[in-house]
């Protein structure tokens, strides 16, 4: 996945290693990604990942973590 500039302006975005900065990755595109790349999120990212992340992240905005925990089924 080519990441936009947009999503990631205080690093490079082709120096991102989507493993080893998954948490990284997903609260940004949770974030502000747009449809394209939030289905890239869903599909290389287990469940439970996405879930320990939206769980643990201090970044996401209060409205995307609500929203996240609902579509995720979290309580």
């Known amino acids: 996945m080519n990441f936009r500039q947009a999503l990631f302006w205080d690093t490079n975005p082709s120096k991102i290693d989507p493993k080893k900065n998954a948490g990284y ?22 469940k439970a990942t996405l879930k320990k992340t ?3 992240s201090r970044s996401l905005s209060p ?3 609500s929203l996240w925990k609902l579509i995720l089924k979290m309580k």
């Open 63 to 65: 409205r995307t973590k």
């Open 25 to 46: 990755v997903i609260e940004r595109v949770l974030d502000l990604g747009n449809d394209k790349e939030v289905k890239w999120v869903l599909k290389n990212y287990s």
């Open 54 to 56: 939206v769980a643990k």
